[in-house]
């Protein structure tokens, strides 16, 4: 089992790791290069603009499945077909291909025959350039991925509120708690941990998007929606540059790693409870 | 202040809401695939005068979806098979096994879960094609041989089976291979269930590792194949896209109509 999993999780990263100081082209042999492919990452302004994309994107993603996960699980969490149709379908989208999701939207944002740019026609309002504005592309994909991830932030807190125990809230309703107080005072507080890890497993999750982002835009316009694995797709497939690649891949690794970090300090804070 | 009766109409609006949010859009594929390019011309946000197949007998026409098909259920499959034959004796060797370096072992399989394909591709790329193993089937099943996320689930879940019903099937007279691989497998059975699910659905819905393992029609998953439509030919071609895609989800939302319990369980396991 350990053989298994060291060659199949550290074997590649330490292959990447010497990758990294070698400029390859797959074709020619590597040439050793030093920290040459970090320096260029570095001075180009890739990394950071690419850094820059996956943490805009990122930090809708996980504010809006987040809020509106909570809002929904609030919602739904009672008996009645309504309650449970709502919940089917917010979580069907989270079962779909990606590759469904970004065709869809692609169709339905579409510029000039989409449904939404046609009906805000009709409303007199529009055209938004949905997917092929510099500034409102990013939004653009961080809507979809949020339609196609808060269905597990729901779930998530679904499960968090089933754990509470209803003796709570008939002990505040007792004390002349309105819905709204209660709520505001005995589930949110108590719903803070798991608050805490859907957060960052989001996060974690749309540090590694890319297939929306590969089928709605390409990372256009203007490198505007290249988060981190679009740009390390683009360095292996595009310009063949294998070392760069790999360079990017370190980093990238880094990045998560202390984004797990975090995630495992949420865990651990939510055990207890 | 809001009384209950208020209270609980806002929430059931509000899950109204939500629903035909997260409808609207299957619902709109369906209809966009039913209608001719003529109606797709003239009013793309109509509904389609009569119901007609046209534009799915075109994505036949234009792609092998059978062979797209069988190729992605028998890759997810075997994924999925590998996953759960490495995983039973790696969790049961790490809740129920007294072994030296049984702590850093677990230690490592944690932090091997947070690895992703997006990270391995690079490296795994480049040693397949010094194998020449890139567009072959291999190349989609094998990197993914084992999951850490499997092995953890199952680990959790045997932890609390009794170690007196592993002692009594030894005492039987039975092997670890056997107790492994025989008696385990119905006690963990809904475990078994949740992570098949969880993988199949994840692996058949996969676009990044085939699109970056294959170059050509020989090993290509029905997504790749489905995202190709919109790139091939020209003109109007969006009742064919969303007929393809329509094609594309119906599998997977079947799948979830049908074991939506057990999908919920692997998935609610907190991690993944």
Redesign the interface.
Known sequence: ??V??GI??V???C??LR?SFYE?D?LTPPRFVGFDNYRAIFSSGELLSSLGTTLLVSSVVVVGSLALGL??A???H?P?W??A??R?????????????V???????F?AD???VN??LAALGLGPVKWLTSTRVAPLTVALIVI?KVTG?AM??FL?GLSSLSPELQEAAALDGA???SRLRHVTLPLLRPTAA?VAITSL?ASF?L??VV??LTQGGPVRSTTVL?YA??EQ??RDLR?GR??AL?VI??LV??AL?WLK?RA?RAEEPA | ????RH??RL??A???A??L???F??A??LL?SLKTPQE?VKA??ALPAALRFGAYAEVFRAIPVGRYLGLTTVMALSIAALQIA?AL??AY?LAKLDFRLRGA?FA???S?????A???F??????F?TLGLVNTLPALVL?F??S?FG?FLLRQALLSVPDSLLEAARLDGASELHIVYRLLPPILAPSLAAFFLVSF?HH?????WP??MTVDDRVRTL??G??LL?EQGSGVR?HI??A??TL??LP??A??GFA?KH??RG??S?VG
Do not use: C, H, K
């Not at chain 1, 917010?90 to 779909?96: E, R």
């Not at chain 2, 202040?1 to 209950?4: C, L, N, Q, R, S």
């Open positions: 089992m350990l298994a999993l199949f999780f074997y590649p990263l292959s990447a990758t390859w797959l809002a929904l609030l919602a739904v009672r009645g309504l309650a149709l709502a089917s379908a917010v979580f069907s989208a989270y079962v779909v291909s990606w590759v469904s970004g065709l869809l939207f692609l169709w339905i579409d025959a989409g449904v046609r009906t339609w597990y779930v998530v499960s309105g819905p709204f890890f974690i590694q890319f297939d590969r089928l694995v390390i797709y292996l497939f294998v690649a790999s891949v990238f690794f998560l790693a797990t495992l865990f | 202040m809001i009384g209950e209270w609980q929430a059931l509000f899950a109204l939500a629903a949010i997260w409808l859009p299957y709109w594929m966009t797709l793309p946000t490495i004796p790696a060797a072992a490592f399989l944690m091997a879960l947070l690895i992703p997006e990270l391995r690079v490296p795994t790329f480049t040693l094609s990197p041989a084992v850490a092995i659905v058949w819905n996969d676009y990044f699109l970056v997504p790749l489905i995202a919109r969006w896209v969303m393809g895609n594309l989800s997977a939302l799948l979830f939506q999908l919920l998935l609610g907190g």
